[in-house]
């Protein structure tokens, strides 16, 4: 098993990042050291979920859920890969 195998690994942000409702954006950002990155469309609830507590095939699970007939499927792991590679979830 590898730190990111999707069967096992239940993603968390990263120590330095830090998720939060931006008032005046009116939008999720990703606060790190230096950088703010403004979440759009679904990334924000992917996030959310990203907790320590779920695998990825939970955390889609539960969006499909949430969202019936949204591509979910197809979205949430390369999306959970993408910010895994840019550091922002472990």
Do not use: Y
């Not at 830090?18 to 703010?36: G, Q």
């Amino acid at each position: 098993m590898t730190a990111h195998d999707p069967g096992h690994w239940c993603p968390r942000p990263a120590p330095a990042v830090v998720l939060r409702h931006d008032r005046a954006r009116d939008n999720h950002v990703l606060l790190m050291p230096e950088r703010v990155v403004v979440l759009t469309g679904s990334a924000p609830h992917v996030m959310e979920l990203c907790d320590g507590t779920r695998t990825v095939a939970q955390i889609t699970d539960e969006l499909r859920e949430r969202f019936p007939g949204a591509p979910v499927d197809a979205e949430v792991a390369s999306f959970v890969e993408r910010i895994r590679k840019e550091g922002w979830i472990r």
